[in-house]
Structure formats: C-alpha cells, structure tokens
C-alpha cells in the first residue's frame, strides 16, 4: 500500500490538488467578479470563456495571464477591476491549496501537512504557470494556426473541390479541432504533472501520519470545521449581506447595452409642482385679467355714449349691439 | 451560601410555534428524514447537480412571473412589451437576461447530471425508474426552451419556431396533428403565441413539478449509489449523513450557478432582433445553441430529401431516445466503475464530441450564410 501511494503519478497528484482548488475558491471570486461586473470596472472582450477561465484559474494563472497579454498580445479585457480580481485572488488561492493540499496529504499520502502548505503550493504552482503557461498559449496558438491552414489547403484539392459547405466545415473542423484538442491537452497534462512532481517533493519530506484510516477521516474532515462556527457563520452571512447590497447598489437599473431602436431622447426634468404658488399665481392672474376685461368694457361703455350723442342712427346700431354682447361680458365678471 | 443558578426549563416562544406544528404535521421526524438520508461514500461535489437543477427552476418561476407582470402575449403586443421590460422596467433587462441565461444554465446542468448518473452507474438496479422519470424531465426541460424561445416574438423567435416546427412535422403517425395544433394555423401567429405560453407558463411547469417531486421520491427510496470506486472499508468510514456536508456543498453549487447566470447576464444580455414577420429578409434561421447540431447535421447531403430529413430530425433522435430509456434493461451488469465499461465511456466520449463538433460547425457555418 506504501509502495502504491509512493508511485502515484504525477499528473494524478497535481489534478488531485489543482482541480479542487479551484472549485473551492471559486465561488468567492465569482461573487468579487459579479460586484465588479455591476460596478463596471471590469469588461471582457472577445474570448469570454476564456477570460473566465484564465481568472478563475488563479493558482496558476496569477502571473502568467499579465505576461501572455503583454508578451503575446493577447487581450482578453479592460478595467482595474481584473488586477484587483488577480490581487484578491491571492489569498483565497493560498485558503484553497491550503484546505485541499491538507486534505490530500492526510488522505492519499497518509503524511502529515507541513506548516504553511497553501503558500508554499501557492507560490510554486503561480511559479510554473508564469513559465510554462505562456510557452502552452504560444505552441497551441501556432500549431492551431498551422493545422487551420493545413486543412484548408487540403479541403482546396481539385478532388475535393466538390465537397458540400457543410461537410466541408465538419471535416475540417475535425481535423485542425483533433489536432489542436491533443496538443492542447498533452501541454496541459505535462502542467499538470509539472506541479505533481513538486507537490510529491514536498510531500516526501514530510513526517508519516500514524492513525488508521477512519481516524485520518475524521481528522480532515474537522480540519474544514470552523473552531468558532458561529463566528464563522455570522462572518459569512454579514459578507454576503454586503456584497448583495453592493450589487445592488451598483446594477444599472436600465439596460447598460441600449439597442439602436430604442435610445431614449434627452428629456429636461421638469421643475417641482407647488401647489400653494401655483394657486397664488393664478389668482394673481385672474385678478389682472378681470381688471382688465372691465377696463375694456368701461371703455366700449364711453365709445357707445359718446357716438350716440353724435349720431342717431348710428347711436341705435351701437346699443343693440351693446345688447347682445352683455350675457357674456356679465358672465365674465361674475368669473 | 450562593445557591447555583438552576437553568430555566420554559421552553421558548420559538419553541413552542415549532412543537405545535412538530404536533400536527410531524416536523421534526421530516426534518430527520430530509436531513439525516445516509450518503454512502460521504458528500461529493459530483452530486450537487440535482439540487443546483431545483434552485435553477425555483429561480426561473420567480423570474418567469416577474416578467409576467409586464409581458402581454399576444402578437401585435408582445415584442414591444418585451423591449418595454428590456428598456424602461427598472432592472427588467436583468430579470429577462437572467431568465434567458437560466434556460441555458438549465440544460447544461440537466446534461451535467445525465452525465454523472451515466458514469457512475447510477441508473442500474433498484434506479431504472429514477432514470426513466429523469428522462421524461430532460424532455420537459427542453420543451420549455423551444416554448420559451417564441415569447419575444422577434425574428430570430418566429424563425427558430418556425423551423422547430417543421422539424416536428416530420414525425409519422402524430407529427402532422402535433405541427397543426402548436401552430394553431397555416403560419406562425396568434394562436401559435397563445399556444406557446399556455405550455411555457402552464403545462411544462405543472408537469415539471409533479414528475421532479416523484423523481425525488423515488431516489430517496432506493437511496443514493454512493462512489463507484473504492473498498467496502474505505466507503464504510466516508459514509456521511446528507446534513450538513452534502447540503453545504449544494449551498455552493448553487451560489456558483446563481453567480455563473448573473455574470452571464451582464456579458451578453438579451437583445431582440426585428418584430417577428413572415418575411425572413437577410435573417438565417436557426434554432437555440442546444438545438444547433441538430440543425447542423440536417444540412448534411445523407440528410437531403424528405427521407433524410426524417431520418436526420426523427428517427436518429427517436432512436437515441429509445436506447437511453432502455439501458438500465440493457445494461444488466452490476459494474458500476466507468473505467469498467468501455463501451459506455467510449459510447459517452463519442455523444459529447459529436454534439460539440457539430455545434461549432454550425457556429462557423453562420460565416458561409452573411
């Protein structure tokens, strides 16, 4: 049984620790990215899976996504809010390797978890993404590329000239999909056992742990529970509470991608609406205007007189029509 | 002398509202029931995919009748209350992305969890009958995404309708009743709407809950299968209850999938094309992401003609069907270990990589049609 757990493989190993790891400080940074997303200080362009995974992947990604960006030109998006997700990363990374790496310790190589496991497995696995996954992003690219070009070039034959569209795009999918999968896939398998390789080193030196298997069961499975788990629940719930209410506070209320369609045209806000001034000013208005109906009128009143002083005829045409406009100058007046 | 402080036996206000409901309904011995299930090999995260599966739906009926409030289904009216919700409902942009992202979320997890009871052998006896009730939901959650799809009544809604339909046309016997009652028409119009959202927000979500509520109880009755590797000792000393390790690892996968969405949402929220008409002009149809290899290998030359056409849209999908709801009677062998089972992992390999490549395929495809 200790000759079988001495020759585990490597790349077994390193997936052991790496793949959980990840999982585990997942859902923490997601919930950093999604306040970061609302906050808009984050976009991603392009390659969207990618980026995610690159980010997520933080025990290994740390230092190589800045070096593949600046060295290779790959760019994958803008905002701080992607170096201070790296930044955050840190620490959850080292809480993640940490929990795991203690775990797999006790349980597959029955040894005992040196102090300060996650940092140590923190810094060497950041240490061989920085190196090895910029060389991986620069081969996969360009045999990419070559095998593109190659089953273009192939599909181009006069003899198969004839394919249909298709046919065509599947079959060459296949091909230049094949080939990139299994260079992609033995790069990172290599990874994988590059950190596996490290990860046995560090255990080989580590004291043997000496209970049995149910008691070793038991010691990893109190290491995850907390020694205050009210402190840590109260912790967790107040974190949460802040983070929504971040959110929240920072989601666009409306759509932050207007379509052409439908742009909404600049409209000046109204001033407020008060009603006791409102009423005053239209009293004051009333006022103004029946001064000045009735100086009108007065006025009409001393036209008509004094043009039946001077004509009689015409005296009586003016006072039926003095007549017949009274119902409604009386009208206003009572207004 | 001090007397001790005798610690006081009045049980609390609390306390009592739980023991006279304890009293009427059984609650703590449900509790026990829910909580205290044995899982054989301990908690894993490979099992979380059935509850973060009950979370989604919880989540998209809440969504769902949120959008309700606004949403009018009828043909003149629903593309602009939908760009109503979009660009005047405070946050009604969030609700449809992530209702629309919910859907998604929703497959890949029904695929995720097909997967997993796949690889470990968990369909095999006592489960045939969990497997066969889980496929019925497979068809329910896919039903939803073709019935959903059509709300908006855009273009790209009437036109992946419209081709969903016909598909369906080709089946025999049925086929023909089924296109003319969905369509309620020659064409795609009112009648189809009103259709459609009958079965999005009535029929699949009645049917959902009953057959998800029977497929709980026929898992908590045969128990779960545990891991398929490791020695009787090695599963003995992992066996846990379902509270609190398995829970807080469903608590996870549910945070993870919630915060999954609602990223999603904000990338690429929804947008809608032109109002839905019998005209496609410069639009090419196609069906949603899931559907697309479907779609892609139905432009293949052996699928050409009414003949290939059935074959391709019914049979070949029929066939697969069929062989998935026979399996645990054909499978009899008690080997659950997937490394085991060469002809199921290679079987596995074979589903996965034939649905992926013809899904970029069609993704690719879209340059040869612009």
């Known amino acids: 049984m200790t000759d079988e757990r001495e020759a585990m493989s490597p790349t077994k190993i390193g997936l052991g620790i790496l793949w959980p790891a990840f999982w585990t400080g997942l859902p923490i940074k997601l919930a950093f990215v999604l306040v970061f997303l609302a906050m808009g200080v984050m976009e991603f362009e392009g390659r969207i899976g990618l980026a995610f995974i690159m980010l997520l992947a933080s025990p290994v990604t740390v230092f190589a996504l800045p070096i593949i960006t600046m060295g290779l030109e790959s760019h994958i998006g803008e905002g701080a809010g992607i170096a201070f997700l790296f930044l955050l990363s840190i620490p959850i990374d080292i809480w993640a390797l940490g929990v795991v790496g203690r775990t797999y310790f006790l349980e597959k190589f029955r040894k005992e978890p040196p102090d300060g496991l996650g940092l140590t497995l923190w810094w060497k696995c950041a240490l061989v993404g920085a190196i090895f996954l910029p060389i991986l992003w620069f081969i996969v690219g360009t045999v990419t590329s070559t095998a593109i070009s190659l089953a273009h070039s192939l599909l181009d034959m006069e003899m198969l000239k004839g394919v249909p569209v298709a046919e065509r795009i599947g079959v060459e ?17 290599i990874g994988v056992s590059l950190i596996g390789r490290i990860i046995r080193s560090t255990a080989a030196a580590a004291p043997s742990a000496s209970e049995n298997y149910q008691s070793l069961v038991t010691r990893w499975d109190l290491m995850r529970v907390p020694a205050d788990q009210g402190l840590t629940f109260a912790a967790l719930a107040l974190g949460g509470v802040v983070l929504s209410v971040l959110f929240w506070a920072s989601l666009p209320v409306t759509t932050p991608h207007p379509h052409e369609c439908c742009k909404k045209p600049d409209v000046k806000a109204q001033p407020p609406f008060k009603p006791l001034e409102a009423l005053n000013k239209d009293e004051k208005l009333i006022v103004q205007l029946s001064a000045q109906v009735e100086a009108l009128e007065k006025k009409a009143e001393e036209e008509a007189q004094g043009k039946n002083k001077g004509k009689g005829k015409a005296g009586k045409e003016a006072a039926k029509a003095a007549d017949s406009n009274a119902p409604v100058q009386s009208g206003l007046r009572k207004q | 002398m001090a007397q001790p402080s005798i610690p006081s036996t009045q049980p609390t206000a ?10 009427r ?25 059935g509850s973060v599966l009950l979370f989604i739906f919880i989540m998209q009926a ?51 969890h097909m997967s997993q009871v796949f690889l470990w052998g968990a369909y095999k006896k006592p489960r045939e009958m969990i497997w066969l009730v889980g496929l019925a939901l497979f068809g329910i959650v896919m039903g939803f995404g073709f019935t959903g799809y059509l709300l908006p009544w855009d273009q790209r809604a009437y036109w992946a309708t419209t081709v969903g339909v016909e598909i369906m046309d080709k089946t025999p016997v049925v086929g023909d009743f089924m296109a003319r009652f969905l369509k309620g028409g020659p064409t795609p119009g009112q009648m189809t709407l009103s259709r459609f959202f009958v ?10 809950m009953g057959l998800a509520g029977l497929h709980l109880f026929l898992f908590r009755s045969a128990g779960p299968a545990g891991p398929f590797r490791g020695t009787p000792e090695e599963i003995r000393a992992k066996t846990d209850y379902f509270f609190p390790r398995q829970v807080w690892k469903d608590i996870v996968g ?3 999938v919630f915060a999954c969405i609602c990223a999603l949402a904000f990338w690429e929220p929804v947008v809608l094309l032109e109002e839905a008409t019998p005209d496609p002009g410069d639009y090419h149809p196609e069906p949603e992401w899931y559907f697309l290899f479907l779609f892609q290998m139905l432009r293949l030359k052996i699928f ?8 391709g849209a019914v049979a070949l999908p029929g066939a697969f069907m069929a062989l998935l709801a026979a399996l645990p009677f054909i499978d009899t062998d008690p080997e659950r270990n997937i490394f085991k089972r060469p002809i199921a992992l290679i079987g596995w390999i074979l589903v996965m990589v034939t649905i992926l490549l013809f899904t970029v395929s069609a993704i690719i495809n879209r340059e040869f049609l612009d």
């Not at chain 1, 999918?173 to 398998?189: E, K, R």
């Not at chain 2, 609390?14 to 009293?23: L, Q, W, Y």
């Not at chain 2, 050409?304 to 074959?311: P, S, T, V, Y």
Request: charged share 10%.
């Open chain 2, 25 to 49: 309904v059984g609650l703590k011995q449900m509790q026990a029931k829910m909580l205290n299930e044995p899982v054989p090999g301990g908690s894993r995260w490979a099992y979380v995919f």
């Open chain 2, 199 to 208: 079965i999005h927000v009535m029929i699949l979500p009645a049917a959902l």
């Open chain 2, 254 to 256: 549910m945070a993870t």
């Open chain 2, 14 to 23: 609390i306390e009592k509202v739980v023991a006279f409901i304890d009293e």
């Open chain 2, 62 to 112: 809440l969504t769902g009748i949120l959008l309700m409030f606004y949403y009018v289904p009828t043909a003149d009216h629903a593309y602009m209350s939908t760009q109503y919700i979009i660009h005047d409902v405070d946050y009604g942009w969030f609700l449809l992305s992530y209702h629309f992202w919910g859907s998604t979320a929703m497959v890949v997890c029904v695929f995720a």
């Open chain 2, 304 to 311: 050409a003609g009414e003949f290939g056409q059935f074959l």
């Open chain 1, 173 to 189: 999918l296949a091909l230049w999909g094949s080939i990139a999968s299994a260079v992609l896939i033995v790069l990172l398998l």
